[in-house]
Nanobody
Framework: QVHLTESGGGSVQAGESLRLSCTTSGQRSSYYAVGWFRQAPGKDREFVGGINWAGSNTYYGDSARGRWTISREDTKNTVYLQMNSLKPQDTATYYC???????????????????WGQGTQVTVSS
């Protein structure tokens, strides 16, 4: 069993930055692929981006590409989502998810992940 905890959310102005953290506990975390998703009220869950278990491959959804970066620090069992140039439309609850896999690809579908965190709220005002 793996437990995921997101942190780093908050309320910011448009154009500012936030760094979200996803910390895993339980089984060894370094063999897990991690994805970030978000969901705004009344909208479907959206893939933000992900990283494979080795940190050698990242992939981003359209909303994140060019603005945000995902990285991992396995010594701290943590994956980061650095969000720059935030916009009001980025307001949502952000979730991280993990799957025990050594595949090279990034998993973009929520159903592919086995473990989920509780989410952290990000609010961006104009």
């Amino acid at each position: 069993q793996v437990h995921l905890t997101e942190s780093g959310g908050g309320s910011v102005q448009a154009g500012e930055s936030l760094r979200l953290s996803c910390t895993t506990s339980g089984q060894r975390s370094s063999y897990y692929a991690v994805g970030w998703f978000r969901q705004a009220p009344g909208k479907d869950r959206e893939f933000v981006g992900g990283i494979n278990w080795a940190g050698s491959n990242t992939y981003y959804g359209d909303s994140a590409r060019g603005r945000w970066t995902i990285s991992r620090e396995d010594t701290k069992n943590t994956v980061y989502l650095q969000m720059n140039s935030l916009k009001p439309q980025d307001t949502a609850t952000y979730y991280c998810a993990a799957k025990n896999t050594r595949g090279s690809s990034v998993l973009t579908i929520g159903g592919a992940y086995d473990f989920w965190g509780q989410g952290t709220q990000v609010t961006v005002s104009s």
